[in-house]
C-alpha cells in the first residue's frame, strides 16, 4: 500500500541524504553558507498574532508566527492556541497547512468577469477593477430589471458563523427572501434537527460538545467526521477519555479512522443504524437502565397523553395548554407549568414526584391514558434484538449486549454526530441517540453531552427577559436554541415580511406541491428545494411565475456540495438567470459558472467584523481574528461586499445598518460614524473596520472594561475567558438548572414540533412524536424486487470525509494537503471494495472500474482500493476529490467525484438528501 512506512534507521537516513562520514565534515566548522542563515535567521522579526481556523467548522483556536524580513512580512507557521481550552493548543493537518491557501499560486487574486462570448461552464474571465466589477453587476441589475425576489443568496460553511451576522441583515434589508445555505440540508436540519427536537439545541457543531475527557463508556454511531476526519476539540478529549480507559464501540460500515481507534468496530450494513438503537433503547426502557429520577424531573416521560379518534397522539393538557401528570404512587392528577425545567412542583407550587406509568387500566372521563413513557415502550415493542439482528446483520447477543454495558456504565456518551444527510430515516436515527442519552441523564452533566458557554449564557438572558416580560433584542446574537431556528423560520417564510408580500421561493413551491397532493417538504429551510424549478418558471406565487434570475454565491460550492452535480449545473446555466456573483478564495467548481467573481482575503489576511463566542468550548470565552499580514492580493472583507451590493440592489444602506443593529446588536449609528472616519483613510475594509470598532466598544461596555483591555487580553492569548465550565455548570446547567430550549422547557420524547407538522397535514413515519422505525429504499420496484438479494456485481453505497478535506471544499488544492493525499493516494482517492467481492468480479488493487447507481443510472468511475477493513456488501468513497476546474492545479482530474452518482432525492421534513440511498453496480473496466 503507498502509505506504509518502512522502518527507517539512523544509519539508513544518513545514507540516503548522502551524509556519511565524510559528509558529515561539512558541517563541522559551520560552513559559510551555514553562517549566511544564522546570519539571516537573527535579522529576521518574528511575531505572533491569534486568529480562528477557517478549514472547517470546529473554529480551533490559532497561534500564527509570522517572520519579517528585508521589509517583507510571511506567515510561516501555524499552531493550536496554547492558551485555549478549546482544542487545547492542538491543531489537524488541514489547520496546520491553512497558511498554504494564503499563499496558494492558485488564488483569485483580483476582480474577474467573464469574457464576452464565453458561457458559463467555461473558466473564461478576464480581470478588472473593483469599480468596474462593481459597474458591471449594477448595470446587469439595471438592464436585465432584476426584482429583489428574484436574487438568490447561497452561503458556505466556511462562511455562514461569521458572516451570518451581516447575511440576514443584508436579505431583510434588499428584501431577499431566499437564502440556501449549504450546512442546511446536509447537517443543521437533516440530522441536528432531530437532535435539536429532544434537547432543544440548533446546530450542534457550535452548541454541544461531548465530555469525552471523563466518559466510560463512548458509543459512535454513523459518525467519523467528528474524530477522524477531523473536530480537532473532539478529538483530544476523545483520546483523553481512550487514555483514561473509556470503552468506545464504532458502529461504521468501514473500519473508519474513528473505528480504528475504538476497542470494538462492528461492521454494521449501511442504512440499518435506526433499527440497531431502536433495540436498545428498547431495553434500556424495559429492562430499567435508565436514569428515572432524571426522566421524572426534567423530561416530558411524565406527561399523560391519549389516542384521538384519528389514532393521534395527544398531550392531555388543561384549558391552557399546560400539561397533566400523574402523582407517583397515587391516581392523583397533577397540572404543571407550561414552560419549565422541574416536573417536581405543580401550578400551585406543591411538591411531589410525578409517576412514569399508570396503574393498569387507567381512564380520564372515560378515555383510556397513558404516559408518554409507556406510550414509547408501546412503539418500541416490535423492536427486538432478533428483529434488530434481521436487518442489520448484528448478531442479537451483541445488540443486548452492548445495550447493557450502555445503560450500565455511567457516565457513557453516544457521540451526537454530524453531517446527516445519507438516508431518509437519519433525523430519526440522531432523536433516538438524543433520546438514548437522555435515558442515562447524561444531558449537560460531566462525562455526557455539555452545551457551550455561549449557549448557557445565551439561554440564561433569554430565560430573564422571558421571567421579566420583556422583548428579546438582537435575537442572531441572543436567541438560543430552537427559538433562534423558529426565527429563522418565520423570516423567510412569511411573505409579510416584505413589502412585495412573496415568502422564499421554497416555501411557496411546497405549498404549491402541498396543494396538488404531490410530495412535499414541510421545513424547507434554507434548502434547494424549488430552486431549480424557480429558475425554470415553474414556481407560481398568486398565478404568476416565481423566477430566480440573481444569485449571490459567497463562500460556497454547491456544484460540490449538493447531489447531483448536474442540478447545479443546469440551475446556473439556465437562461433565465441572468446574474451570477461568486464571493471566494479559490476557483471552485461553482467558480465556472459564475459571471463575476469578487475575491476575498483569507482568514490569515483580516481582522474579524466582531467579536465571537469561542465556538463549542464548555467555557464561556470570546475570540476573533487579527490580520496576521497586509492582504496580498486585489482582495476585499465580505461584510464591504455585501454593503456596495445593498447599495446596487436596493441602495437601502441605511436600512441595512438598522437590519445589523435589530438583529445583532450593533448600533447603526457608531457604525456609520466609524465608516465615514474610515472611507478617509483606507480604501478597502472600511466597513468591516467600523463594525469592529463598535463590537469591541458594546462588549467593554457589558464587562465593565475598556475596548483597549479586551484587545491586549485577545492579542496577548487569543481567548478572553469568562467563566470556566465548572462555573457555568454550577450556575446554568440544563435541565438541572435551567429549562432546555424545547417548547415545554424540558428533554422532549414527546416531540411537539413533530404535534404541529402533523396537524398541518404531514403524517409520515418521519413526523412520528415520537422514537419509530423508517426504513429506507434502496431499491425500486415491488416488494420482491426491492428485498431480493444483492446481485453479484451490486453493492451499498457509502462516503465519508477524509481527514486532510473538509467535505467537498476547494482546501484539497492546498499544496501540503494536496502532497498528503498523494501519498495516500489509494486509500483518499481508490474506492474501497472487499476482495471477496473484488475476486469475484475479477478486480485487483488499483484496477480502473465503473460504478453505476442502480436507480437513477447514473455513472461514475474509479480506481479498487481493495481491502478487508470495509463490509463485504459495501462499497466505499471519499468525498474529497473529483474537482474538474482547472484552475484549481494540484487537485482537478483527482479521485472520484461522489456528486455524479448521487441522485435528487430528498426526504419530507427538511429536504434532507437521501445521498446514500440505493444501489450500486460495479465493472472492471
Known amino acids: 500500500m503507498a502509505w506504509s512506512i518502512p522502518r527507517l534507521s539512523r544509519r539508513a537516513f544518513l545514507k540516503t541524504t548522502g551524509l556519511g562520514a565524510a559528509g558529515l565534515t561539512l558541517l563541522s566548522p559551520a560552513t559559510q553558507l551555514v553562517k549566511d542563515a544564522a546570519a539571516e535567521e537573527e535579522e529576521a522579526k518574528e511575531e505572533i498574532y491569534y486568529s480562528i481556523c477557517n478549514f472547517c467548522s470546529s473554529l480551533c483556536n490559532l497561534r500564527v508566527t509570522t517572520r519579517t524580513h528585508k521589509g517583507k512580512k510571511r506567515v510561516v507557521k501555524l499552531d493550536g492556541n496554547p492558551y485555549s481550552t478549546l482544542n487545547r493548543g492542538k491543531i489537524c493537518a488541514r489547520g496546520q497547512a491553512g497558511l498554504r491557501q494564503t499563499y496558494d499560486t492558485d488564488r483569485i487574486k483580483t476582480p474577474m468577469i467573464r469574457v464576452k462570448g464565453r458561457k458559463r461552464g467555461d473558466y473564461a474571465f478576464r480581470p478588472a477593477s473593483w469599480e468596474e466589477a462593481y459597474d458591471y453587476i449594477a448595470k446587469k441589475v439595471q438592464a436585465a430589471r432584476i426584482k429583489p425576489w428574484e436574487w438568490t443568496m447561497v452561503g458556505g460553511w466556511t462562511s455562514c458563523v461569521f458572516y451570518m451576522n451581516w447575511a440576514v441583515p443584508f436579505a431583510m434589508a434588499n428584501e431577499i427572501p431566499n437564502i440556501v445555505a449549504s450546512p442546511m440540508q446536509h447537517c443543521v436540519t437533516t440530522g441536528h434537527l432531530g437532535t435539536d427536537m429532544v434537547t432543544g439545541n440548533f446546530n450542534i457543531h457550535d452548541e454541544v460538545l461531548p465530555d469525552f475527557d471523563n466518559a466510560k463508556y463512548i458509543l459512535l454511531v454513523a ?27 464504532a458502529l461504521d460500515p468501514r473500519r473508519s479512522e474513528t473505528a480504528a481507534k475504538a476497542d470494538e468496530w462492528i461492521p454494521i450494513k449501511p442504512g440499518t443504524d435506526l433499527a440497531f438503537l431502536l433495540a436498545m433503547m428498547r431495553i434500556l426502557m424495559s429492562d430499567g437502565l435508565y436514569d428515572g429520577d432524571f426522566l421524572c424531573r426534567h423530561t416530558n416521560m411524565p406527561f399523560l397523553a391519549y389516542r384521538d379518534e384519528a389514532g393521534e397522539l395527544r398531550l392531555l393538557s388543561d384549558a391552557e395548554g399546560r400539561p397533566q401528570v400523574l402523582v407517583e404512587g397515587a391516581a392523583q392528577v397533577r397540572v404543571l407549568p407550561k414552560f419549565t425545567n422541574d416536573n417536581q412542583r405543580d401550578i400551585e407550587g406543591h411538591t411531589f414526584t410525578p409517576a412514569l406509568t399508570t396503574p393498569k387500566g387507567f381512564s380520564l372521563d372515560g378515555r383510556a391514558v397513558m404516559t408518554v413513557f409507556e406510550a414509547q415502550l408501546q412503539e418500541l415493542a416490535p423492536y427486538t434484538p432478533e428483529w434488530a439482528a434481521e436487518i442489520t446483520g448484528i448478531p442479537a447477543q451483541d445488540i443486548r449486549r452492548i445495550a447493557y454495558e ?35 441523564g447524561g444531558i449537560d452533566r460531566v462525562g455526557g453531552w455539555i452545551n457551550s458557554g455561549e449557549v448557557h449564557h445565551k439561554a440564561a438572558h433569554m430565560y430573564e427577559a422571558m421571567e421579566h416580560g420583556y422583548e428579546m433584542g438582537s435575537p442572531l446574537a441572543s436567541l438560543a436554541g430552537m427559538a433562534f431556528a423558529k426565527m429563522v ?38 434548502t434547494d428545494s424549488g430552486l431549480k424549478e424557480s429558475v425554470e418558471g415553474r414556481v407560481k406565487f398568486k398565478g404568476e411565475p416565481y423566477l430566480t434570475r440573481a444569485f449571490l454565491i459567497n463562500a460556497s460550492n454547491p456544484v460540490r456540495h449538493y447531489y447531483p452535480d448536474t442540478r447545479w449545473k443546469e440551475t446556473l446555466a439556465h437562461e433565465n438567470v441572468e446574474l451570477v456573483v461568486l464571493i471566494d478564495v479559490l476557483p471552485s467548481d461553482t467558480a465556472l459558472y459564475a459571471d463575476v467573481i469578487l475575491p476575498n482575503t483569507t482568514y490569515l489576511e483580516r481582522d474579524e467584523p466582531t467579536l465571537y463566542g469561542n465556538g463549542v468550548n464548555h467555557d464561556l470565552a470570546l475570540t476573533t481574528r487579527y490580520a496576521a499580514i497586509p492582504p496580498l492580493y486585489d482582495t476585499e472583507e465580505a461584510a464591504d461586499i455585501l454593503l456596495k451590493m445593498t447599495e446596487i440592489i436596493s ?54 472594561v475598556t475596548p483597549q483591555h479586551i484587545d491586549e487580553v485577545l492579542r496577548a492569548k487569543g481567548v478572553y475567558h469568562e467563566m470556566d465550565r465548572d462555573t457555568v455548570l454550577a450556575r446554568y446547567a440544563m435541565p438541572a438548572k435551567l429549562p432546555v430550549p424545547t417548547e415545554s422547557g424540558r428533554i422532549e420524547f414527546y416531540s411537539s414540533l413533530m404535534c404541529q407538522l402533523r396537524d398541518g397535514g404531514h403524517t409520515e413515519p418521519n413526523f412520528s412524536v ?12 415491488s416488494p420482491q424486487e426491492v428485498a431480493a438479494p444483492l446481485a453479484k456485481d451490486e453493492f451499498y453505497f457509502t462516503y465519508g470525509k477524509t481527514p486532510t478535506v473538509s467535505h467537498g471544499s476547494t482546501n484539497s488544492n492546498n499544496p501540503v494537503l494536496a502532497a498528503i493525499n498523494e501519498f495516500k493516494t489509494d486509500v483518499y482517492k481508490g474506492v474501497w471494495i472487499h476482495p471477496s467481492r473484488a475476486q469475484a468480479l475479477g478486480i485487483r488493487m488499483g484496477d480502473r472500474i465503473q460504478i453505476t447507481n442502480t436507480q437513477s443510472g447514473q455513472q461514475t468511475t474509479g480506481h479498487a482500493y481493495v481491502t478487508r477493513l470495509i463490509h463485504p456488501d459495501v462499497l466505499f468513497v471519499y468525498s474529497s476529490f473529483g474537482v474538474e476546474n482547472k484552475a484549481l492545479s494540484r487537485t482537478h482530474g483527482e479521485g472520484t467525484a461522489t456528486s455524479k452518482l448521487i441522485p435528487y432525492q430528498v426526504e419530507p421534513v427538511v429536504a434532507g438528501f437521501r445521498s446514500q440511498e440505493f444501489t450500486v453496480r460495479v465493472t472492471r473496466l
Open 406 to 440: 450502555f445503560g450500565t456504565t455511567r457516565p457513557a456518551i453516544i457521540d451526537p454526530g454530524w453531517h446527516g444527510a445519507r438516508f431518509g430515516n437519519v433525523m430519526m436515527l440522531r432523536r433516538v441517540q438524543a433520546m438514548i442519552q437522555a435515558l442515562t
Open 770 to 781: 415520537l422514537a419509530t422505525y423508517i426504513p429506507v429504499k434502496l431499491r425500486s420496484g
Open 489 to 526: 423560520i418565520n423570516a423567510l417564510s412569511k411573505g409579510e415580511n416584505f413589502s412585495h408580500g412573496r415568502p422564499g421561493w421554497t416555501w411557496a413551491w411546497n405549498a404549491q406541491e402541498q396543494a396538488a397532493g404531490r410530495f412535499n417538504v414541510a421545513l424547507p429551510v434554507m
Open 223 to 249: 459518525n467519523n467526521a467528528s474524530i477522524g476526519a477531523v473536530s480537532t476539540c473532539r478529538m483530544v478529549r476523545f483520546a483523553q477519555g481512550r487514555k483514561k480507559g473509556a470503552k468506545i464501540v
Open 651 to 704: 441602495g437601502n444602506t441605511d436600512t441595512f445598518h438598522d437590519w445589523v443593529e435589530k438583529l445583532t446588536g450593533l448600533r447603526a449609528e457608531p457604525i456609520k460614524a466609524a465608516l465615514a472616519r474610515n472611507r478617509q483613510k483606507m480604501k478597502k475594509g472600511a466597513y468591516q473596520q467600523a463594525c469592529r470598532e463598535v463590537a469591541f466598544a458594546q462588549t467593554a461596555d457589558r464587562l465593565g
